[in-house]
């Protein structure tokens, strides 16, 4: 049973033998039981077909999540570096100074962002491997489906 108030049944799951006509069955409930309480029947491959569609939708939400918390994460780096350059006009100026193109200056700080965003990286997957093998058992424990484990 499958319901929310305890004193009526909202929907139930029947489940037949091996070989059972699935059509004949749901004739006959509705013909005993349609009328009276509005039957609807759904297919064990059409119930997952729906929980699995349910979990493409969920998962498209965490996706896009990922996604603006990534844009996030974009502009608090370049915000980063964009205070540290103006904190640094006077190591820009001796670097200049001392023979350094406007070229050569951008380089290096592009150097220091490309190494900020490799770090952030590498430590994002280190931690999110772990994190993902305990979000995957929670929803098979939750779900009751054999999700797999795997890496995109």
Do not use: M
Not at 12 to 23: E, S, V
Not at 77 to 83: A, Q, V
């Amino acid at each position: 049973f499958q319901c929310l108030d305890p004193e009526q049944v909202g929907a139930f799951t029947l489940k037949l033998r091996a070989g059972a006509d699935a059509d004949a069955v749901a004739e006959r409930l509705g013909r005993e039981l349609g009328g009276r309480f509005g039957v609807r029947w759904k297919t064990g491959e059409a119930k997952l077909a729906f929980e699995l569609a349910d979990i493409d939708r969920d998962f498209f939400l965490f996706d896009l999540i990922l996604a603006l918390v990534a844009i996030l994460a974009g502009l608090g780096l370049l915000h980063s570096l964009w205070i540290a350059a103006l904190e640094r006009q006077r190591e820009i100026a001796i670097l200049k100074a001392v023979g350094f193109t406007p070229r050569q200056v951008r380089v290096l700080f592009g150097l220091e962002a490309l190494t900020t965003g490799l770090l952030g990286g590498v430590f994002g997957v280190l931690l999110g491997v772990p994190l993902l093998w305990v979000v995957v058992r929670g929803l098979r424990a939750l779900s009751g489906l054999d999700l797999p484990f795997a890496l995109p």
